[in-house]
């Protein structure tokens, strides 16, 4: 059966098992940016000077160091990504948390959107969703478009605020359009599912092409899925096989197992069992 991807995990880019569907699963919403996959937690919207692994302070976090305590807020936000990655120093998510949180005052928005991170997880600070949500909508009111996706999720699933699926929609759309593509896949899952929007399988296949392009492999997967199926688009088997590639050779195992059903069938592509056998 083919697989898809479907709503993610909310709070942790740790992905949790996709939900079985009819035929096939659907793979992941993409929740917390930097929540469902530790390292893409800290979103790198600076230049940072990363010293080597290793607890001992590198020169460039000294020279952070130096900085922050003079006053430099992009100095202060690096160090702190320093910290909570252990880059260079010892790893502190306290004192990490502690930088985000003097940025995030001081109106950098990415230092709100981590610290709103670090207190969904837990790290560094007591977990608190409601705190986190607080800190995402702020950093989305500064036009930090991740911020607004994830608390678009939030609103979801009722997570540190009130369950709004319209309001999740509306958080997401704006995402979305402010070139956010986990916005844009999120959005095309709730147009899939008609949560808190129309139903619309046209808009959503659109969206998912729209996330693909940005490199989000579940929006390939799906995308892919809806060829296979006709749902938004007319069936199309040969566009969907380059799509399960694509996906696959992103690192989405789903795209593998999809691909190896279209070789072990012919679905799409000439059938090749030593091929379907090495995708499976």
């Known amino acids: 059966t083919w697989r898809e991807a479907s709503y993610g995990c ?3 880019n740790n992905r949790l098992a996709s939900k079985s569907r009819s035929c096939y699963q659907r793979g992941m919403r993409q929740h917390l940016l930097g929540i469902c996959v530790p ?3 800290i979103a790198f919207f600076v ?3 990363l010293g080597s692994a290793g607890c001992k302070k590198t020169p460039a976090a000294v020279d952070d160091a130096s900085a922050c305590d003079s006053g430099d807020l992009t100095a202060c936000y690096n160090l702190g990504v320093s910290y909570y ?3 260079g120093v ?3 998510f306290v004192k990490a948390a502690a930088l985000f949180d003097k940025v995030c005052l001081r109106g950098d928005m990415v230092g709100c959107f981590n610290l709103g991170v670090s207190n969904y997880e837990g790290n560094g600070v007591v977990r608190d969703p409601a705190k986190a949500a607080a800190l995402f909508d702020k950093a989305c009111q500064g036009g930090h478009m991740s911020s607004c996706s994830n608390l678009g999720l939030r609103h979801a699933k009722g997570d540190g605020v009130t369950r709004d699926a319209k309001k999740a929609a509306e958080l997401y759309d704006k995402a979305c359009q402010g070139n956010n593509v986990r916005g844009c896949y999120n959005l095309a899952l709730a147009h899939g599912e008609g949560a808190g929007v129309a139903k619309d399988a046209v808009k959503g296949a659109a969206l998912y092409d729209k996330a693909c392009q940005g490199e989000v492999m579940e929006g390939c997967l799906n995308l892919g899925v809806s060829y296979v199926e006709g749902n938004g688009v007319g069936i199309d088997p040969a566009k969907a096989a380059p799509l399960h590639d694509k996906a696959c050779k992103g690192g989405h195992v789903k795209g593998c197992f ?3 059903i279209a070789f072990g069938k012919g679905i799409g592509v000439s059938k090749d069992l030593a091929k379907a056998a090495v995708f499976y």
């Open 10 to 12: 909310l709070g942790s």
């Open 39 to 41: 390292s893409a937690m």
């Open 47 to 49: 230049a940072l000077l």
């Open 85 to 87: 990655k252990g880059s």
């Open 90 to 92: 010892a790893q502190d």
């Open 258 to 260: 999809n691909l190896g």
